[in-house]
Structures are given as C-alpha cells and as structure tokens.
C-alpha cells in the first residue's frame, strides 16, 4: 500500500532554518501533487505549500517568501524549505502526495517544528 513519510521537523530558534523531507512509495504511480499542510495545537490543520509536476508551486501568504517547496519526481520525494521560522510556524507538518487530480491523496504521519528561545 502507499506509504508517505515526513522527517527532518525539530526544535529551532526563532529566525532559524529546517528542511522537511516527505517520500511517498508503494506504487509505480507518478505523482500529481504534493502539498504541506500544518496543524498547531487548538488549531485547524491549514495548507502550506504545494507543487505540481515538480515545477507549478503556490504557497499560503502565511510563509511565501519563507518558505520554499521543491520535488524530486523520480524519488517521489518532495521539500520544504523553511527560513526565518517564526514562534507562529510551531506546528505538526503533514505531507500530502496526490496520484489523480481531484482525489483526497494519501497523509504521512507528520513531523513535529518547534520554534522556540
């Protein structure tokens, strides 16, 4: 079955820098989209960032110009960039891999950031 893996979250200082990393496998399928979504303790998960085709990028005001998304198609492995984190990105970071448009896509298990002094 496919399987969408998230790493690379952990604790940073305000103004500090991660790279997140999701890999999705189980299927020979190429993938349509991947998109980062985000989850802060009392809040609605929310959309992040998204790419399509490994090129076509969008991006929640909230983070562009911050934060940057990129994919390596042939791993099936997209990133996300993430610059001048700020205590508001503290947040479980999903992973969301789409094989067919329109369709709900597969969710990783998240990644904890934390940006804290």
């Known amino acids: 079955q496919v399987q969408v893996v998230e790493s690379g979250g952990g604790l940073v200082q305000p103004g500090g820098s991660l790279r997140l990393s999701c890999t999705a496998s189980?299927?020979?399928?190429?993938?349509?989209?991947m998109k980062w979504y985000r989850q802060a303790p009392g809040k609605e998960r929310e959309f992040v960032a998204g790419?399509?085709?490994?090129?076509?990028?969008n991006y929640a005001d909230s983070v562009s110009g911050r934060f940057t998304i990129s994919s390596d198609n042939a791993k099936k492995t997209a990133y996300l960039q993430m610059n001048n984190l700020k205590p508001e990105d503290t947040a479980v970071y999903y992973c969301?891999?789409?094989?067919?448009?329109?369709?709900?896509?597969?969710w990783g298990q998240g990644t904890q950031v934390t940006v804290s002094s």
């Open positions: 969301n891999a789409v094989y067919y448009k329109g369709t709900t896509g597969f």
């Open positions: 790419i399509i085709g490994g090129r076509v990028t």
């Open positions: 189980g299927t020979h399928l190429s993938i349509y989209t």
